[in-house]
């Protein structure tokens, strides 16, 4: 990665967002998470679900996280801001900064998101791929235009988790909607920029245009936010968020996990994040000295039936 700061429209490149490599895990004191029957398929369903204050205690260190971003932007990896000159209002995003900034990276080795995220995608393990942060400032009228997240991205799959985390009380009318289901149609739109919701130039695989769909011939997913709910939804739900000024401050965390059917792809655009040459071929799974694995299925019951076990034990000792 070059660590110069290299001007450009949309994501700019500024510091190596792994400098020293991936450090050491301990990942036997991350948490787990139980997610209901109910939760997990209303998830594989709809493609996007809600749980309430899942993640109250984390607001606090996450949005410490942030404002260290959006303080010093260039400090940190692939700053973007998405309000054309002469308009009003801020819409900053970032992402892969998860080993820069120590807020974002005591979330992700020492939340129950791992597990919860390997367990929505009905996956034997989940695999991080990134976070992802974004601000909208008072007085900011800009919607978020209706896209996909995973044309987007160098990864294809359906076993796919985003976590989004609002870290400020946000009325339904200025936080993100989902299309239901449409995880599930079997389609890949053109990556929109969000300056202006125009298609990107892209050609292959992508070929339907997001501007064809209809939100009145869809159901459409959508909640107020208090600060610590996460909404789940998979890379290929379609969603976006309408033109209504924010008036105060929307704030969000999001963190990205793949799950044992995504592999590497290419893409005729630069992804997002660009993370550049990983010396990967087509369909190989994603580097785990890259990308690491913070949650396997067989940790979890392995510790079901330790605690079941001893629980025995506990019992026969009464006798």
Not at 36 to 41: E, F, M, N, R
Not at 149 to 156: A, G, K, N, T, W
Request: with cysteine; charged share 25%; net charge negative.
């Amino acid at each position: 990665m070059n660590a110069s700061v290299q001007k450009q429209s949309g994501n700019q490149v500024t510091v190596d967002w792994m400098p020293n490599g991936l450090p050491e895990f301990d990942l036997s004191m991350m948490p787990s998470w139980s997610c209901s029957h109910d939760l997990v398929k209303r998830f594989q369903e709809d493609g996007a679900v809600l749980m309430r204050g899942v993640f109250r205690d984390w607001v606090k260190p996450l949005r410490r996280g942030l404002q260290r971003n959006l303080d010093a932007p260039n400090d940190y990896a692939f700053p973007c801001e998405s309000i054309p000159a002469g308009k009003s209002g801020r819409f900053f995003d970032s992402y892969c900064n998860w080993l820069l900034i120590p807020e974002y990276f005591e979330y992700v080795t020492q939340s129950s998101a791992a597990s919860m995220a390997g367990q929505l995608m009905e996956a034997q393990a989940a695999q991080f791929f990134h976070e992802h942060t974004f601000c909208k400032e008072p007085g900011t009228q800009r919607e978020t235009p209706w896209h996909q997240d995973l044309p987007y991205y160098c990864v294809d799959g359906n076993q796919t988790v985003s976590l989004y985390v609002a870290l400020d009380q946000t009325p339904a009318n200025v936080a993100v909607r989902f299309v239901k289901g449409s995880h599930r149609w079997g389609k890949l739109y053109h990556p929109v920029a969000f300056e202006d919701g125009a298609d990107f130039a892209a050609q292959g695989e992508c070929l339907e245009s997001v501007q064809d769909i209809q939100p009145s011939e869809h159901q459409i997913l959508n909640w107020e936010l208090a600060s610590g709910d996460c909404i789940a939804f998979n890379f290929r739900t379609v969603h976006g968020t309408k033109s209504d000024k924010v008036t105060r401050r929307r704030r969000a965390f999001s963190t990205r996990w793949l799950g044992d059917d995504v592999v590497y792809c290419e893409r005729n655009i630069e992804t997002s994040p660009p993370l550049g040459d990983m010396g990967l071929r087509l369909g190989d799974r994603m580097r785990e000295d890259w990308f690491p694995v913070l949650w396997r299925r067989s940790w979890y019951t392995d510790a079901k039936k330790k605690a079941w076990d001893d629980s025995l034990v506990d019992h026969r000792l009464q006798f």
